[in-house]
């Protein structure tokens, strides 16, 4: 072999061996390239996933605030209509009441004459119930709003629920976790709203138990009234608080709703839902910030 020829095929297989290696290295280059790729891929697949979760749930919470809302105004409308109906109804029972007690008296001689009007007057005051219960509904009536203790507000309707508790046989606890719970607020109105949601979980729970618990974020005070009865189904959650919707076998079906009317006019929030291990669970949360209002 001639050194030209030589020397020609050292030139070829070098020229080989860096076709190989320049190759090996564009592949290397390649594989980093899709590796990156995929990374970002990944990350936008990540992204693109948590997003949609995000849409999701701002879409679920859009939904509800305006179903709320929509609840607010239809109740509100309605609230104005029961207090006219309400109002006119009133008038003419106090007249009914008036004369069934004078005829009670004019009848003390004719014992079978006198039950009767006892009877009507009993009828009158229950009906005075009712339009009491829709003119609390229509609207809350004048709110006095001033620094509130919830606590001893918690403690008065504990001590008022003690009786009907005592006749069931229900336990009822009570777990208060905050130190000071003063809040602006109409205390009579709050009263009202915590007591009647205490006596439907000791009517709910039977011999069982109820559980009441005060606790605190940095906006607002949760009470959160639970019982161990057979719990709501999902469809009356639905309906839980419309006026007139009642499962009792007796009632006018305005409790929840003047509850609903009570929170809503402290700025607050209710929510029902499913206690562990079963039973209902109420939750009332009350804005720490809400102005004060004298009126």
């Known amino acids: 072999m001639t050194m030209a020829v030589a020397t020609d095929l ?3 297989t070098d020229a080989v061996a860096a076709s190989i290696l320049d190759e090996g290295h564009r592949e290397l280059e390649l ?3 899709v590796n990156a790729f995929n990374a970002v891929t ?5 992204s693109h996933e948590r997003m949609t979760a995000e ?3 701002l879409r679920e919470r859009i939904r509800e605030k305006d179903l709320e809302l929509e609840r607010r105004e239809r109740l509100a409308a309605l609230g104005q209509m029961a207090a006219g109906v309400a109002h006119e109804v009133r008038n003419p029972l106090a007249s009914i009441l008036l004369c069934a ?3 009670s008296k004019d009848l003390c001689d004719k014992p079978e004459s006198q039950s009767l009007a006892d009877q009507i007057a009993t009828a009158v005051h229950a009906l005075d119930g009712i339009v009491g219960d829709v003119l609390a509904f229509a609207g809350p009536g004048t709110s006095r709003f001033r620094n509130v203790t919830l606590t001893a507000v918690l403690t008065d309707v504990i001590r008022l629920v003690a009786p009907r508790a005592n006749d069931n046989r229900c336990n009822v606890s009570v777990d208060c976790r905050v130190a000071d719970a003063t809040i602006a607020a109409d205390g ?4 009202r709203a915590l007591l009647n949601l205490a006596f439907n979980a000791v009517d709910a729970a039977g011999d069982g138990d109820v559980r009441i618990v005060m606790s605190e974020t940095d ?3 949760q009470m959160r009234i639970s019982d161990s009865g057979s719990g709501v189904s999902d469809e009356i959650k639905e309906r839980i608080f419309e006026p007139f919707f009642t499962t009792k076998d007796s009632g006018t079906g305005l409790g929840l709703a003047i509850v609903y009317r009570i929170v809503a006019s402290h700025g607050g929030r209710i ?3 499913d206690r562990d291990g079963g039973g209902a669970v109420f939750c009332v949360a009350l804005p720490r910030n809400h102005e004060t209002q004298t009126s």
């Open 188 to 191: 009579a109105q709050i009263q």
């Open 219 to 221: 906006r607002e005070i």
């Open 55 to 57: 849409v999701r749930r």
């Open 31 to 33: 594989a980093a390239i």
């Open 10 to 12: 050292r030139h070829t």
């Open 271 to 273: 929510i029902v839902g």
């Open 101 to 103: 007690n004078m005829l």
């Open 42 to 46: 990944e990350k936008l697949k990540g």
